[in-house]
């Protein structure tokens, strides 16, 4: 990649989703196994604040907590011999053997092939203490046989945080930290709310009709902030900085707390002949194929990470897109360029 001709196409993408209002502001980096290589700052955390010039902002990763805390957890726990992909969860489970879920196996979670409900609808179905959010979502009702079809909803993570927490009897927000984040470095990196000070440095997202103003700070995903703030869904904030330590780990696997084998077994198609093609929670980058080996998580909040072992490198992009609207068009087009900015067509 050359990383000046990036930069300078990357800089004007960004600045043009500025001024079009995809987003009050963006942080990006793209880097490789060494380190950051390039990144910068675009617009401002919100209209009328000061520019987002480096790298201390922090964003609502949203759906990217799936592949910074759930994803890197289970890894620990798959290579340390505490769980099984291919066992179904009623052999050692016992709140999910008497239920449907007890048919499904941890791979089927990662893979979004376990036939769970699509949508999270937490508070509809099971009210608002967590301890009944979490029966009735271990003994819901599966809306396909398992390893029927790909078909990606919040409920896999939301369950493989449930199963890390019976595994180790420690709560997911302790396990992320513990075990990934303090290891990498990734200091800026942390379940919400965040604290006065830190919110001040956040992105905020969408307007609240509660609060009468943008969420800033407190997690933008209302199942999340129902269980108070942290479970596999979403609920983490981060900035590139961290997320960058993070994707080095996944390009260069050598040390605690995940390993090449964890890393090769998720970076691959696991679907098999089922499309869309998904490796473990994360998928190939719209418009490329496993020979192009450029994987992807997105976040609802406007987020984005994108690793590719083949070219030995990674990228992430922050937005608060939801400040302005719930539309995914604009910044999917945004997101798709700035892929192809980073890893271009051969």
Not at 135 to 157: K, M, S
Not at 203 to 228: I, M, N, Q
Request: aromatic share 8%.
């Amino acid at each position: 990649m050359n990383t000046t001709v990036a930069a300078y196409r990357i800089e004007r993408l960004l600045e043009d989703g500025v001024r079009g209002q995809v987003y009050p502001g963006a942080a990006w980096a793209v880097g490789d196994a060494g380190g950051r290589l390039v990144g910068g700052g675009v617009g401002a955390l919100a209209p009328g604040e000061r520019p987002i010039c480096s790298g201390d902002a922090l964003f609502d990763l949203a759906s990217l907590t799936k592949v910074i805390a759930v994803w890197p957890v289970v890894g620990t726990l798959v290579e340390s011999g505490k769980l099984l992909l291919d066992v179904r969860l009623g052999e050692f489970w016992p709140e999910a053997a008497p239920h449907p879920l007890g048919d499904v196996t941890p791979l089927q979670l990662l893979t979004h092939t376990a036939g769970l409900p699509l949508r999270a609808n937490l508070r509809a179905l099971y009210g608002t203490d967590p301890q009944d959010v979490r029966d009735g979502v271990l003994r819901e009702r599966l809306r396909r046989r398992p390893g029927e079809a790909v078909e990606y909803t919040d409920r896999a993570a939301l369950v493989l945080g449930y199963l890390a927490e019976f595994l180790t009897g420690r709560s997911l927000r302790e396990l992320a930290g513990t075990r990934v984040w303090e290891p990498l470095g990734m200091t800026e990196t942390r379940y919400g709310p965040l604290p006065a000070p830190l919110a001040g440095r956040a992105a905020p997202t969408e307007y609240d009709e509660e609060t009468g103003t943008h969420l800033r700070g407190t997690v933008h995903d209302f199942s999340t902030r129902l269980l108070g703030g942290a479970c596999g869904i979403a609920g983490t904030f981060s900035t590139t900085g961290d997320l960058g330590r993070f994707l080095r780990q996944v390009l260069d696997p050598v040390r605690p707390p995940f390993g090449a084998d964890w890393v090769a077994q998720s970076l691959r198609v696991r679907t098999g002949e089922l499309v869309p093609p998904r490796g473990l929670f994360w998928h190939l980058a719209p418009g490329t194929t496993a020979r192009d080996d450029i994987w992807v998580h997105y976040g609802f909040t406007g987020t984005g990470m994108w690793v590719s072992p083949a070219r030995g490198l990674w990228a992430v992009l922050l937005t608060n897109k939801l400040y302005f609207t719930r539309a995914t068009g604009p910044v999917t087009a945004v997101r798709d360029a700035f892929r192809q900015a980073v890893f271009p067509s051969p």
